[in-house]
């Protein structure tokens, strides 16, 4: 097997107490992505992916477990810094991500000065031009602000800012939720290319699994912050087991009529938060994670 470029281990993060109390936003994940892998992360609103996304690339510090990038420990303070410039994110929110008063070409080169990629003027430049150029946006556009471009151009902006600095790993969280159903499609495309063509790695966040599904390679699926079910893309998309996929997946309408006619949609009672929950391995890469109950029930599911 390749060697993972991130291990995510037993990772937990719990909100310090505020207005609402601790908020338990992740609890005990454990993943890894190979290179070149798209990992998928599926879940609702409020389950905790931004918050595992945050914990890989750096910008939290989980309250417990391990991240460990290419072996080296990178969740805990000493390892902090380590190939930081190697993880770069890339955010739901295009307008509230970039600074309205900085110009497209200092968004973008930041990343280069603070990790000193260019020795000259002119070698930043030609670095800013490259990646605006490879995102689809035209160099000499790099003297506008932000707040000029539309919600999909921010968006390319935002990826050029993650590509300035030449990352292995990006965390892509809900990157197209917050643009025109219209221009979703062309920002996928341009991320599947950028894949190919960088040779990137992704954990690719999204509520919608019909859309990581073509562009995974493998998806999680997760629930009130924890993974539920994990496996290849195409297992998890027709022939998912825990009951909480099924129901999220009872909700995506099929183009088959025939499909369409005997689809049900299945509802999915939580069990308490704090219940014990046991991984059972289905087939070598797809496992679930289900209560003693759910464990039992797991033969007898509906189709979803
Ligand atoms: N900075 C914070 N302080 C306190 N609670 C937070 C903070 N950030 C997130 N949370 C809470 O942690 C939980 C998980 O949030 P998170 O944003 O990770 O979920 P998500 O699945 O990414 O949701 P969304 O798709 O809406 O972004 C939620 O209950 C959220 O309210």
């Not at 080296?72 to 190697?86: I, L, M």
């Not at 506008?144 to 151009?153: N, T």
């Not at 954990?203 to 019909?210: E, G, K, P, T, Y």
């Amino acid at each position: 097997m390749t060697e993972a470029l991130l291990e995510v281990e037993n990772l937990s993060h719990v909100f310090s107490p505020g207005r609402r109390g601790e908020v338990h936003a992740v609890r005990d994940v454990s993943l890894t992505i190979a290179p070149g892998e798209t990992f998928g992360l599926v879940g609702a609103s409020g389950s905790g992916k931004s918050t595992l996304g945050r914990c890989v690339v750096g910008l939290h510090t989980p309250t417990s477990g391990t991240v460990r990038y290419r072996g080296t420990t990178v969740s805990d303070p000493r390892g902090r810094r380590a190939y930081r410039r190697e993880r770069q994110m890339i955010f739901q929110d295009p307008y509230a991500s970039l600074d309205p008063r900085m110009k497209v070409s200092d968004i973008v080169g930041e990343g280069i000065d603070v990790n000193r990629l260019a020795r000259t003027r002119q070698g930043r430049r030609d670095r800013i031009d490259e990646v605006l150029s490879a995102v689809g946006l035209d160099p000499a556009h790099g003297n506008r602000y932000a707040h000029e471009f539309s919600g999909g151009q921010r968006q390319r902006v935002g990826i050029a800012r993650a590509l300035a600095v030449d990352p292995e790993l990006i965390v892509c969280d809900e990157p197209i939720s917050a643009l025109d159903v219209s221009i979703q499609a062309q920002v996928v495309n341009l991320l599947a290319d950028l894949r190919r063509t960088r040779g990137l790695t992704y954990l690719f966040i999204a509520h919608d699994l019909s859309m990581v599904r073509h562009i995974s390679d493998r998806i999680g699926v997760v629930h009130q912050g924890r993974l539920v079910e994990l496996g290849p893309s195409e297992t998890i998309w027709s022939r998912p087991v825990h009951p909480y996929t099924r129901s999220l997946l009872s909700a995506v309408p099929r183009p088959d009529p025939e499909v369409e006619r005997h689809r049900r949609r299945l509802s999915y009672v939580a069990p308490p938060a704090e219940e014990q929950r046991y991984r059972v391995d289905l087939e070598p890469g797809h496992h679930v994670l289900v209560t003693d109950a759910e464990r039992d029930r797991l033969g007898d599911a509906p189709p979803a």
